[in-house]
């Protein structure tokens, strides 16, 4: 980081050490969109995930509510596909909307991935 006129400025090197408050930690969010297109095109996929993906992994918010609610289904042993997942998320427009989760699973060509 460098100084001007006594402020810092973020981004900038001093010493070997920047400044990374306002730097985004590492993501994807087109994996983060394929799991979600995956599950809800293969719920069988829940088993092999269920262990090691929580919501907070998620980057995007609306990423977090829809695994939330996938996840709250899978619990209660209710399949989750676009209709389900739509009619089970009550903020559905925070969460993209039923247009956003029907581009999830067609913009996902395989499964076999996660």
């Known amino acids: ?22 730097m985004s930690p590492p993501h994807s969010v087109e994996a983060e969109q394929a799991v979600l297109g995956g599950l809800m095109l293969d719920n ?3 088993d092999l995930i269920a262990d090691r993906i929580k919501a907070d992994d ?5 990423h977090r509510l ?3 609610s996938i996840a709250a289904l899978a619990e209660s042993n209710r399949p989750f ?4 997942v739509s009619d089970s998320i009550a903020a559905i427009d925070a969460a ?4 956003y989760l029907s581009e999830l699973a067609k913009n996902t ?6």
């Open 109 to 114: 060509p395989s499964v076999a991935n996660i």
């Open 81 to 84: 596909d676009v209709v389900t």
């Open 1 to 22: 980081m460098r100084r001007r006129s006594g402020l810092v400025v973020p981004g900038k090197h001093r010493e070997g050490v920047m400044d990374i408050s306002n």
């Open 96 to 99: 993209g909307g039923l247009a």
């Open 66 to 68: 829809i695994f939330q």
């Open 58 to 62: 998620f980057f995007r918010a609306e």
């Open 44 to 46: 069988e996929s829940w």
